[in-house]
């Protein structure tokens, strides 16, 4: 096992960071795209068809059909919600249910336009699948995220791979403790690569990229140890609810199409991400009612099923895969958008949002 030191300061990281963007000329840094273009297949993984809802719309106007497909939260997160979108999905209850609400810069929302809808003039609700959890608040984050010790940040306890989590995540931020680093004997080629990309974030202690997926995190002060929570990104699904305790059954869904709105985390469940289709849900007419809710009913847009992915048939099975966040193309990819440096840029921002790192998805055709 290696031993790391908490012994370089981040000044001195950045130091070498700017030497090196003085040292190279601009024509040699490669787009983020690029990167990934040019991305091997080793650092791509596969996203099971068990994690993948499908969403069929019905035909726009011209007849062209509207396929959206969401891939599910892994483990440890929202797997209560997740449980209950399975079996939603399962007894086909969203079939014949539409897309309710559009509020500009904000959500789209779909379920039944009965829940939770003052103008949809609907009387009744579509009965629930039996079998649905109640999933309680605390839900919202974990402290078990694998591989990642339940315990203070010691750097004479961590593995490698839980070190590489803690320098991904680049916790270097809003943290009252001393900076972590390597030590300088412990380089690799892609250590700078790696903490190049300065994440911030204004609405936590830590922000990452874990196994695919933007992470946020508070530090218990006294013990260090991370409570972790998905972050409402652009494209990210959550599940529609009711006020407090409720936190709704995974029947209301909404993505978000707008600038990132971190508030609701940690007030909604986040279950997933749209991985392919958002403009389907991204172009459509905004609501004039209450939130963005449609007042007219023809204004909604008719859901013809959504199914888990192993549900297709054999002919239409989809595959996806994601560039591996703990690959040296995705820290230089990171890198890249946090430190724009082809032709067109001027000035390297130093710096990103968590949510303008988006992981790339792509599909794989047979």
């Known amino acids: 096992m290696k031993r790391f ?4 300061p981040i000044a001195a990281l950045m ?11 601009k024509k040699e840094y490669p787009s983020p795209n690029a990167i990934v273009d040019a991305a091997p297949a080793s650092d791509w993984k596969a996203i099971a068809a068990s994690d993948l809802l499908v969403m069929d719309l019905a035909p726009d106007a011209k007849g062209d059909p509207r396929r959206v497909v969401i891939q599910l939260m892994p483990p440890p997160f929202s797997q209560g919600w997740i449980g209950n979108i399975r079996k939603l999905a399962a007894a086909k209850f969203w079939d014949g249910t539409s897309i309710n609400r559009v509020q500009d810069n904000y959500v789209v929302q779909w379920g039944d336009a009965g829940y939770d809808n003052p103008e949809s003039g609907e009387t009744e609700q579509k009965a629930l ?4 959890v109640e999933v309680p608040e605390s839900e919202y984050v974990t402290s078990k995220l694998p591989d990642y010790p339940d315990f203070p940040l010691n750097a004479d306890k961590l593995s490698d791979k839980q070190a590489s989590l803690i320098i991904n995540a680049l916790v270097i931020a809003r943290i009252d403790r001393d900076q972590i680093s390597l030590s300088p004997e412990e380089y690799d080629d892609g250590f700078l690569d790696k903490l190049r990309a300065q994440v911030s974030d204004r609405y936590s202690d830590v922000a990452t990229i ?3 997926w933007p992470l946020a ?5 006294e013990t260090r140890v991370p409570k972790f929570w998905p972050v409402h990104c652009y494209g990210m699904v959550g599940v529609g609810r009711n006020l407090s305790p409720n936190t709704g059954t995974g029947a209301e869904l909404y993505t978000v199409i707008g600038h990132a709105p971190r508030h609701l985390d940690r007030n909604i469940a986040v279950v997933g991400r749209i ?3 958002i403009d389907h849900l991204s172009s459509l007419p905004r609501g004039k009612g209450q939130l963005g809710f449609y007042a007219d009913a023809s204004k909604r847009v008719p859901i013809q099923s959504i199914r888990l992915g192993t549900a297709l048939p054999p002919t239409e099975q989809l595959r996806f895969e994601y560039l591996d966040t703990a690959s040296k193309a995705f820290a230089q990819y990171a890198d890249a958008r946090a430190n724009r440096r082809d032709p067109f840029f001027i000035k390297p921002a130093g710096g990103a949002d968590i949510c303008n790192i988006p992981v790339p998805v792509r599909r794989v055709t047979p």
């Open 210 to 212: 874990f196994d695919g």
């Open 129 to 132: 699948p039996e079998g649905l």
């Open 15 to 25: 130091a070498a960071s700017s030497l090196a963007a003085q040292e190279l000329p």
């Open 275 to 277: 991985i392919e289709g």
């Open 217 to 221: 995190a508070e530090l218990n002060a």
């Open 5 to 8: 030191a908490f012994i370089l």
